[in-house]
């Protein structure tokens, strides 16, 4: 499975020019399927990759009380550094803020976590494990619920703090994330956030798994239209950063 981990996630690498020669990438590692299995493609990359680059990983220990010590030896397995940063994001978001919808404003502090972790380890590019079930839920929630077209890039240049954001697995299945982690025995993280099960991702995932019933292809045709429609995605041909 490996093989074809590394072929979906090349693919992804080459159309947008996600890596470069001498990048040093900070992988965002939550303890996740998802984060661990893109950790695990950029540390097999490196092997044969016709740029040279490094691979670092960050973890964001959010207050959870979460026990990181098997990621911190799959880590090392790897041969992938691992730097763990204590922060208070579940304090400030479900103790003080009480937040009722607590999705965006914990990605937005988890986010600058780890630009700000990246720039401390001399980190030029940060990867997450956004795969394909990610890409067109997000679509469809900004069409549902924000009234526009729009979804994250392969590639974003963050201006403010000069970082560029990866995403290599933008065409890899979440059922191939899960498969491959259960059969590759990944230290998966167990969750303990308040909010799982119950939020406007889980609703629109529940929608794309009704409608695949009838549009088996569903996926694919919405991100064909993100390909063509979105000029964050391709302009000409070419990734924009």
Known sequence: MIQKLLSITRKAVD??????????????????????????????????????????????????????????????????????????????????????????????????????????????????????????????????????LGCFSPKTFLDRSGVTVIRPMIYVDEWFCEKFAREQRLPVVDKKCPADGNTKREETKQLVELLRGKFPDLKDRILGAMQRGLKDWKIEGESVQ
Do not use: W
């Open 15 to 148: 159309e947008y020019k996600l890596i470069e020669e001498g990048d040093r990438i900070a992988v965002g590692v939550s303890g996740g399927k998802d984060s661990l299995c893109v950790l695990t493609a950029l540390a097999a990359l490196r092997r044969f990759y016709p740029a040279s680059y490094d691979v670092q990983a960050v973890t964001i220990d959010m207050g959870f009380g979460l026990d990181f010590r098997p990621v911190a030896a799959y880590c090392d397995e790897l041969g992938v550094p691992l730097q763990i940063v204590p922060t208070q994001i579940k304090e400030v978001v479900f103790d003080i803020r009480k937040e009722e919808n607590p999705c965006s404003l914990c990605a937005k502090l988890r986010r600058g976590a780890v630009n700000n972790a990246a720039l401390d380890l001399g980190c030029n590019k940060v990867a997450y494990g956004h795969h394909l079930d990610d890409a067109v839920e997000t679509f469809l929630m900004c069409l549902f619920y924000e009234g526009r």
